[in-house]
């Protein structure tokens, strides 16, 4: 193999792997530098000139000239009668550059060393991919979606390199399929046995972060900011979002007109539901937002139990948990407080029975279902009514009749 050779062998490594010149001599001529140590001990007294454009590999051996017979390190000195055969006017005392020729080092030698300079470059790519997105964690990136497995996902970004989008950080509702073109944020990047692995997620509140970023102008400028976000991905999220300018309406400016903004963002979580919540440091006020669209009668904070007892009307108490209790959970999570329900049963004088006095008539499951929503007495699931209750439980119509007929029984 000559020299254009190698490099041009090269050359092809540096063209897929997209290697800086800087790099690409470097590596070069640290090959090349193996091969001199294998062949001559050292590489100490060579120049090796590489040009890459021309494909030209030069290398020099710098040594001394001795008297004959008195050469005591012939890696560095030679003979007086061998280097006037170089040139007849050198002369004993002076430097003798002898150019190396690659055909030299035999074809073995050659092959280990583009073996060697293939690795070199792996290791090289390896180090730039894991350097490249180290930088980029926190931002969302766009791929296509090459294969799919049980517990992860391969995503090829534009430069086809290999991300991997982990089952548990998928929304329930994510299917893809090869050829999809998916969204996630860049969650950690981590070397493992020598190879970068890239995880994405789309799960991570910074996702939601990110996508109102790019959504929300005010939110990229830093007029808005967001101070907290909350999911339960796929289902609900609650983001607080505060303004440091009286004239701008966060709230307002993060949804858009008639919702235009955030339309977007729900659409890419697979429609989970967002509230966004003018965040502020009266915690009881942030409590009431929280827990909207929920009423609130009134709230009692416990700072060193970091709990709160928020007081509803019977009819508000569903609204404040939410379906599947996730609205109240959300606020908890927001608020950094245990939140804890209860009636208001102040002004109501009529009688009412505990659900759980039911448990001869209706299954357990069924009244699990009730008290999820927040209806544990006869008269809160009374009050909601059979559209609301199919709306907010897993029931069918005919089981909430007959929930409804039991209940109203006891009061007739």
């Given at each position: 193999?000559?020299?254009?050779?190698?490099?041009?062998?090269?050359?092809?490594?540096?063209?897929?792997?997209?290697?800086?010149?800087?790099?690409?001599?470097?590596?070069?001529?640290?090959?090349?530098?193996?091969?001199?140590?294998?062949?001559?001990?050292?590489?100490?007294?060579?120049?090796?000139?590489?040009?890459?454009?021309?494909?030209?590999?030069?290398?020099?051996?710098?040594?001394?000239?001795?008297?004959?017979?008195?050469?005591?390190?012939?890696?560095?000195?030679?003979?007086?009668?061998?280097?006037?055969?170089?040139?007849?006017?050198?002369?004993?005392?002076?430097?003798?550059?002898?150019?190396?020729?690659?055909?030299?080092?035999?074809?073995?030698?050659?092959?280990?060393?583009?073996?060697?300079?293939?690795?070199?470059?792996?290791?090289?790519?390896?180090?730039?991919?894991?350097?490249?997105?180290?930088?980029?964690?926190?931002?969302?990136?766009?791929?296509?979606?090459?294969?799919?497995?049980?517990?992860?996902?391969?995503?090829?970004?534009?430069?086809?390199?290999?991300?991997?989008?982990?089952?548990?950080?998928?929304?329930?509702?994510?299917?893809?399929?090869?050829?999809?073109?998916?969204?996630?944020?860049?969650?950690?990047?981590?070397?493992?046995?020598?190879?970068?692995?890239?995880?994405?997620?789309?799960?991570?509140?910074?996702?939601?972060?990110?996508?109102?970023?790019?959504?929300?102008?005010?939110?990229?400028?830093?007029?808005?900011?967001?101070?907290?976000?909350?999911?339960?991905?796929?289902?609900?999220?609650?983001?607080?979002?505060?303004?440091?300018?009286?004239?701008?309406?966060?709230?307002?400016?993060?949804?858009?007109?008639?919702?235009?903004?955030?339309?977007?963002?729900?659409?890419?979580?697979?429609?989970?539901?967002?509230?966004?919540?003018?965040?502020?440091?009266?915690?009881?006020?942030?409590?009431?937002?929280?827990?909207?669209?929920?009423?609130?009668?009134?709230?009692?904070?416990d700072e060193e139990a970091k709990r709160a007892l928020v007081y509803l009307k019977p009819d508000q108490v569903s609204l404040?948990?939410?379906?599947?209790?996730?609205?109240?959970?959300?606020?908890?999570?927001?608020?950094?407080?245990?939140?804890?329900?209860?009636?208001?049963?102040?002004?109501?004088?009529?009688?009412?029975?505990?659900?759980?006095?039911?448990?001869?008539?209706?299954?357990?499951?069924?009244?699990?279902?009730?008290?999820?929503?927040?209806?544990?007495?006869?008269?809160?699931?009374?009050?909601?009514?059979?559209?609301?209750?199919?709306?907010?439980?897993?029931?069918?119509?005919?089981?909430?009749?007959?929930?409804?007929?039991?209940?109203?029984?006891?009061?007739?």
């Amino acid at each position: 193999m000559e020299p254009k050779e190698l490099i041009d062998a090269f050359s092809e490594f540096k063209e897929q792997k997209n290697i800086d010149r800087a790099s690409m001599m470097s590596i070069l001529e640290d090959v090349f530098r193996g091969m001199l140590k294998k062949k001559y001990e050292t590489d100490e007294n060579f120049d090796i000139i590489i040009n890459t454009e021309k494909g030209d590999l030069e290398a020099f051996r710098n040594r001394v000239i001795v008297e004959d017979g008195k050469v005591e390190d012939p890696a560095r000195q030679i003979e007086y009668s061998e280097a006037v055969k170089i040139s007849p006017d050198f002369e004993i005392g002076e430097e003798v550059s002898e150019s190396i020729k690659l055909s030299d080092f035999g074809r073995r030698a050659i092959l280990a060393a583009r073996q060697n300079l293939m690795g070199k470059v792996t290791e090289l790519e390896k180090d730039a991919l894991f350097r490249k997105y180290e930088n980029r964690v926190g931002e969302i990136v766009t791929g296509e979606v090459y294969q799919v497995w049980k517990k992860e996902t391969l995503v090829l970004d534009d430069e086809g390199n290999e991300l991997l989008l982990p089952k548990n950080e998928q929304i329930s509702a994510d299917f893809f399929k090869k050829g999809d073109t998916v969204r996630a944020v860049v969650l950690r990047v981590e070397m493992v046995n020598g190879s970068p692995r890239i995880i994405l997620s789309r799960t991570a509140p910074l996702f939601l972060e990110k996508l109102f970023e790019a959504e929300v102008p005010e939110i990229f400028d830093g007029l808005i900011t967001i101070r907290k976000i909350v999911r339960e991905p796929g289902e609900r999220a609650k983001v607080a979002v505060e303004s440091y300018d009286d004239r701008i309406d966060p709230v307002g400016a993060c949804v858009g007109m008639k919702g235009s903004r955030i339309h977007g963002i729900v659409r890419e979580l697979r429609n989970e539901n967002i509230d966004v919540i003018n965040y502020t440091n009266n915690l009881p006020l942030l409590i009431s937002r929280s827990l909207s669209p929920a009423k609130i009668t009134s709230i009692k904070i416990d700072e060193e139990a970091k709990r709160a007892l928020v007081y509803l009307k019977p009819d508000q108490v569903s609204l404040a948990i939410g379906k599947g209790g996730y609205n109240i959970r959300l606020a908890s999570k927001l608020t950094e407080l245990e939140i804890d329900v209860y009636r208001d049963v102040e002004d109501d004088t009529e009688e009412d029975v505990d659900l759980d006095e039911f448990s001869d008539e209706i299954e357990a499951w069924i009244l699990d279902q009730l008290k999820a929503i927040g209806c544990d007495t006869a008269k809160s699931v009374l009050n909601l009514g059979v559209e609301d209750l199919v709306k907010r439980t897993d029931l069918e119509e005919e089981t909430v009749l007959e929930v409804i007929r039991i209940l109203n029984a006891e009061f007739e």
